[in-house]
């Protein structure tokens, strides 16, 4: 099972909402990481998670905030969002951080609207 | 700082076709170098990785060839059908200065096969 499943699939909030992303594997992954991309960019990463552990926070707004409560399990909680916010919001997971041959496995990925 | 580069943005080629999509990167350091390909709205699917002492790998009609020295990577598409239509993503994971498992992307290769 290669699978990263996120839910939900699509999400609509409004600026002074609070909504949680989630995203799970059964790999046995001990890396995982949370992208935001932008209609027609390439995804930009924002947290890595390692060993359940922060390993990365590419300066993201406090307004996101991940957690990663067990090894399969990741979250990203949202309050106050802005409108610039809205985009496709991924997940990814790999075996470890180190070594040449780790592939990122992406899930299908959370739509995001804020109005 | 890595910068990646595709071209081009987009293509368009008629059934059948062998295509080649190109990537650049600026920093020869990396740890290995993978292709992506992503349908609409959808999260991104591994096609090939490449580990920064290899000089090419191939998955079915897929082949992709890393230069390291000239930060020059070639994705190789034979006998292009249809349901090859997609953006195709390019990411490096930086070498020395990596902090662990980040990916940096390219803007991507728009590809439309027509019947």
């Known amino acids: 099972d290669t699978e990263v499943t996120q839910t939900p699939k699509h999400l609509v909030m409004g600026m002074t909402n609070k909504k949680s992303l989630k995203c799970e594997q059964h790999?046995?992954?001990?890396?995982m990481y949370w992208y935001k991309q932008k209609a027609k960019k390439p995804p930009e990463l924002m947290f890595v998670?390692?060993?359940?552990?922060?390993?990365i926070n590419e300066s993201v707004p406090s307004r996101f905030s991940p957690e990663c409560p067990n090894s399969s399990l990741l979250n990203l909680h949202l309050h106050a969002l802005q409108p610039e916010d809205s985009a496709l919001y991924l997940c990814?997971?790999?075996?470890?951080?180190?070594?040449?041959?780790?592939?990122?496995?992406f899930g299908p990925g959370t739509r995001l609207l804020v109005l | 700082k890595q910068e990646v580069t595709q071209i081009p943005a987009a293509l368009s080629v008629p059934e059948g076709e062998n295509l080649v999509l190109n990537c650049s990167f600026t920093?020869?350091?990396?740890?290995?170098l993978q292709w992506f390909r992503q349908d609409p709205g959808k999260g991104l699917t591994s096609l090939l990785l490449?580990?920064?002492?290899?000089r090419e790998q191939t998955s079915g009609r897929l082949n992709a060839s890393l230069d390291k020295s000239s930060g020059r990577s070639t994705l190789y598409i034979a006998a292009s059908q249809p349901g090859d239509s997609a953006t195709y993503l390019c990411?490096?994971?930086?070498?020395?200065?990596?902090?662990?498992?980040?990916?940096?992307f390219g803007q991507g290769t728009e590809l439309s096969v027509k019947p």
């Open positions: 490449i580990q920064s002492s290899q």
């Open positions: 998670y390692s060993y359940e552990k922060l390993s």
């Open positions: 920093d020869s350091a990396i740890y290995n």
């Open positions: 790999m046995g992954h001990r890396a």
């Open positions: 990814a997971s790999s075996q470890v951080l180190a070594g040449a041959q780790e592939t990122q496995y």
């Open positions: 990411a490096v994971r930086p070498g020395i200065y990596n902090q662990g498992g980040k990916l940096i």
